[in-house]
């Protein structure tokens, strides 16, 4: 998805309508959270931002293997290394070892 996409119900869980980039473009807000706020009802603003988050992780790690979880969280835009690990438990399930495995396919501990 660019940046000039339209964001559809079936992308965003609780998404009432559809969003258009250039409203979230054209708004002056100093935060995307800010941007977000008030363009559709139902919106769970701090759920949507960390989706990207870890989508972003996802492509940052697939080419830095060697980045720390500092490095990482920093890169991504989390607080911290355990706003990260929670985040990532919550939308996948999986610890930070075993996330980082599912997208290296390998077993960082040997």
């Given at each position: 998805?660019?940046?000039?996409?339209?964001?559809?119900?079936?992308?965003?869980?609780?998404?009432?309508?559809?969003?258009?980039?250039?409203?979230?473009?054209?708004?002056?807000?100093?935060?995307?959270?800010?941007?977000?706020?008030?363009?559709?009802?139902?919106?769970?603003?701090?759920?949507?931002?960390?989706?990207?988050?870890?989508?972003?992780?996802?492509?940052?790690?697939?080419?830095?293997?060697?980045?720390?979880?500092?490095?990482?969280?920093?890169?991504?835009?989390?607080?911290?290394?355990?706003?990260?690990?929670?985040?990532?438990?919550?939308?996948?399930?999986m610890s930070?070892?075993?996330?980082?495995?599912?997208?290296?396919?390998?077993?960082?501990?040997?």
């Amino acid at each position: 998805m660019d940046s000039f996409s339209t964001f559809e119900k079936s992308n965003l869980t609780g998404l009432a309508s559809a969003i258009k980039a250039e409203a979230i473009v054209l708004k002056p807000v100093g935060t995307v959270a800010q941007a977000l706020q008030g363009l559709a009802i139902g919106v769970m603003v701090c759920s949507f931002v960390n989706g990207f988050r870890i989508d972003e992780l996802k492509s940052i790690y697939a080419e830095n293997p060697h980045y720390t979880n500092e490095s990482l969280a920093q890169s991504c835009g989390f607080g911290s290394v355990n706003s990260m690990k929670r985040t990532i438990e919550a939308k996948t399930g999986m610890s930070i070892s075993d996330f980082k495995m599912s997208i290296t396919g390998t077993d960082k501990s040997i």
